[in-house]
Nanobody, 123 residues
Framework: QVHVVEFGGALVQPGESLRLSCVASGSIFEINSMGWYRQAPGKKRELVAIIGDDGPTNYTDSVKGRFTISRDNAKNTAYLQMNSLKPEDTAVYYC?????????????????WGQGTQVTVSS
């Protein structure tokens, strides 16, 4: 089982920057992808950015050019650098980790979510 924890949410003003971190732990053999999602009040959870195991990234249109996702494979950690934040970026941000875990010498696919971290952009 993989445990995922997010860090870095805060209250910031429009135009400011924030960096979120996501750390995965457990019997991880390989992490295939790490993704950031967000859910605003009354809205569905949406994909913000995702990064594959060898670096390819994908972003939702509303954050392209402002957000950057990266990962440190040695630390099982993903980051989301958010610049030029807007009030519409306000949401709970969740990290999703898709991985291969090992139990009794057998590999299994795992899909884990963190509890989320609140990002509020307001003046």
């Amino acid at each position: 089982q993989v445990h995922v924890v997010e860090f870095g949410g805060a209250l910031v003003q429009p135009g400011e920057s924030l960096r979120l971190s996501c750390v995965a732990s457990g019997s991880i053999f390989e992490i295939n992808s790490m993704g950031w999602y967000r859910q605003a009040p009354g809205k569905k959870r949406e994909l913000v950015a995702i990064i594959g195991d060898d670096g390819p990234t994908n972003y939702t249109d509303s954050v392209k050019g402002r957000f950057t996702i990266s990962r440190d494979n040695a630390k099982n950690t993903a980051y989301l650098q958010m610049n030029s934040l807007k009030p519409e970026d306000t949401a709970v941000y969740y990290c999703n980790v898709k991985s291969i875990v090992v139990r009794a010498a057998i590999g299994y696919r795992d899909d884990a979510w963190g509890q989320g971290t609140q990002v509020t952009v307001s003046s």
